[in-house]
């Protein structure tokens, strides 16, 4: 049994380690990792595509923040996610796949990639605590969304298109959450 092995137990504690300088493509999806919970590959030179980990049914930590990684964000889709942070990465997709998430997602960290579509999916997002969507030029929605996120602390949707016209009844309803959100000044 492949959880039990020697070698893939350090094999997982080896993946969670983001100064271990680790050279490799993420390859080790095709092995089914079921047993890997943290996966934290951040600022690394690790290069592949996502759709790699798509194997990793217990997977509840995703950090590969400014690593080498690309492809599809549906690789995601279904993994019992509670902290994901693909920031900088060149990950495509659209964020509704994040509604398949809506029962455990705590951190969203989506800055500064290719994924587009409508902040409404954060309307089903009870547990949300972090979300950053920012420098996302196709990520559109009104920032009212966010509203029903009672838990949530931190809130990024810098250069995105999302309409912040209500950023003042969303400060009011989160005083709790720090916001950066800068609303469109309409010129005559």
């Given at each position: 049994?492949?959880?039990?092995?020697?070698?893939?137990?350090?094999?997982?504690?080896?993946?969670?380690?983001?100064?271990?300088?680790l050279r490799v493509a993420v390859?080790f999806g095709a092995c089914r990792?079921?047993?890997?919970?943290?996966?934290?590959?951040?600022?690394?030179?690790?290069?592949?595509?996502?759709?790699?980990?798509?194997?990793?049914?217990?997977?509840?930590?995703?950090?590969?923040?400014?690593?080498?990684?690309?492809?599809?964000?549906?690789?995601?889709?279904?993994?019992?996610?509670?902290?994901?942070?693909?920031?900088?990465?060149?990950?495509?997709?659209?964020?509704?796949?994040?509604?398949?998430?809506?029962?455990?997602?705590?951190?969203?960290?989506?800055?500064?990639?290719?994924?587009?579509?409508?902040?409404?999916?954060?309307?089903?997002?009870?547990?949300?605590?972090?979300?950053?969507?920012?420098?996302?030029?196709?990520?559109?929605?009104?920032?009212?969304?966010?509203?029903?996120?009672?838990?949530?602390?931190?809130?990024?949707?810098?250069?995105?298109?999302?309409?912040?016209?209500?950023?003042?009844?969303?400060?009011?309803?989160?005083?709790?959450?720090?916001?950066?959100?800068?609303?469109?000044?309409?010129?005559?």
């Open positions: 049994m492949l959880g039990r092995n020697p070698f893939t137990r350090k094999l997982s504690h080896l993946l969670a380690c983001p100064s271990c300088g390859g990792l079921t047993f890997l919970r943290y996966l934290d590959l951040s600022d690394t030179k690790v290069h592949g595509d996502i759709s790699a980990i798509s194997g990793c049914s217990g997977l509840t930590y995703l950090n590969l923040r400014w690593s080498k990684v690309s492809g599809s964000l549906s690789a995601i889709e279904g993994l019992p996610l509670t902290d994901l942070d693909l920031a900088g990465c060149a990950i495509k997709g659209d964020l509704q796949v994040i509604s398949s998430l809506v029962e455990t997602l705590k951190t969203c960290r989506l800055s500064r990639t290719q994924v587009k579509g409508n902040v409404g999916f954060v309307a089903c997002c009870e547990q949300l605590v972090h979300c950053d969507l920012s420098k996302m030029a196709e990520v559109t929605g009104d920032i009212g969304a966010f509203e029903q996120c009672d838990k949530l602390e931190s809130l990024a949707v810098l250069e995105t298109d999302v309409d912040c016209d209500n950023l003042g009844a969303l400060r009011s309803a989160l005083k709790h959450c720090e916001i950066r959100a800068v609303a469109k000044m309409l010129v005559e």
